[in-house]
Nanobody, 125 residues
């Protein structure tokens, strides 16, 4: 069982940066591929970024490519999402998710085994 706790959200202005963290409990963290998803008010949850359990492969939504960077520190059981050049349309609740021993379909929410509670990111114009 893995429990995920996100942190690092907040209120920023357009063009600013934020780094989200997702701390995982449990000893099997290195076997989980990790994803970041987001959900804006009135919209469906959407994929933002993902990283394989080895850290060797990453994937990004087109809307964040070039601005967001996902990384992980398996020793600290933590995955990060560095968000630069933030835009008002990035405003959402950001969730991290864990998928056991898989590197396929990381951009699809269905299939992830564990989810965090989310952290709010608000970008003002």
């Amino acid at each position: 069982q893995v429990q995920l706790v996100e942190s690092g959200g907040g209120l920023v202005q357009a063009g600013d940066s934020l780094r989200l963290s997702c701390a995982a409990s449990g000893r099997a963290f290195s076997y989980y591929s990790m994803g970041w998803f987001r959900q804006a008010p009135g919209k469906e949850r959407e994929f933002a970024a993902a990283i394989s359990f080895s850290g060797g492969n990453t994937d990004y939504a087109d809307s964040v490519k070039g601005r967001f960077t996902i990384s992980r520190d398996n020793a600290k059981h933590t995955v990060y999402l560095q968000m630069n050049s933030l835009k008002p349309e990035d405003t959402a609740v950001y969730y991290c998710a864990a998928k056991y021993r898989s590197v396929t379909s990381l951009n699809r929410a269905l299939g992830y085994d564990h989810w965090g509670q989310g952290t709010q990111v608000t970008v003002s114009s």
